[in-house]
């Protein structure tokens, strides 16, 4: 499999964190065509308690939420690294996308975040409307919703891209009986 034949997406919860963070590194190393979205209602993220949480809905630019947040609590915001995180966020692309509204693009690979990622990415795709038939490929790599594990999950994201990138004929030593694939973690 060529990198650049791949359609990669990357998918975590809110389109903010972990999906962002292995997006921002896969594109700083140089792998094309990857987009990445949440699958929730709306993104969530922390607020001033874990009962009060800043929730936007997708779409709204990571540069306006910045700026709605740092008005708020520039301190708290600064201090749990979200700030940090919108502004990496707004280097990629101008807002979070929700998995289940695009419904255009094909993807080669699909690599999610959370079990419950998985499970409604791969519903999603149960249940989508069916144009002639197309393989893809997802994969889960457990990754919990901080900071720190964000960037494991993105450096074990490259891991499986280069790896299947360098496997000749990848798809056809998976076992495809079926289309979905679940990995729990990868070695660093």
């Known amino acids: 499999m060529s ?12 389109n903010q964190n972990r999906s962002m963070e292995a997006h921002y590194f896969l594109m700083n190393k140089g792998i094309p065509n990857v987009r990445s979205f949440g699958t929730g209602r709306t ?12 929730i936007y809905p997708f779409g709204t630019s990571y540069q306006k939420i910045f700026e709605e947040l740092k008005t708020q ?41 959370e079990d419950r990622v998985f499970d ?6 149960r249940t989508r409307e069916k144009e002639g038939f197309q393989m893809v490929h997802v994969f889960n790599i457990n990754t919990k919703d901080n900071h ?3 960037t494991v999950g993105a450096n074990q994201a490259y ?3 280069t790896m299947l990138s360098n496997t000749k004929e990848w798809r056809e030593r998976l076992d495809c009986t079926t289309t979905y694939l679940w990995i729990i973690s990868l070695d660093s």
């Open 3 to 14: 990198e650049e034949n791949n359609r990669i997406a990357l998918i975590c919860a809110s």
């Open 43 to 54: 993104c969530k993220l922390p607020g001033p308690s874990q009962d009060k949480p800043n």
């Open 73 to 113: 609590n520039v301190d708290l915001y600064k201090s749990n690294g979200v700030l940090k995180m919108l502004e990496r966020n707004a280097k990629v692309k101008d807002a979070p996308e929700r998995w289940q509204d695009e419904k255009k693009q094909h993807f080669d690979v699909i690599i999610t975040f």
């Open 120 to 125: 409604a990415v791969c519903e999603d795709l």
């Open 148 to 150: 720190e594990e964000a």
């Open 159 to 161: 891991q499986l891209i």
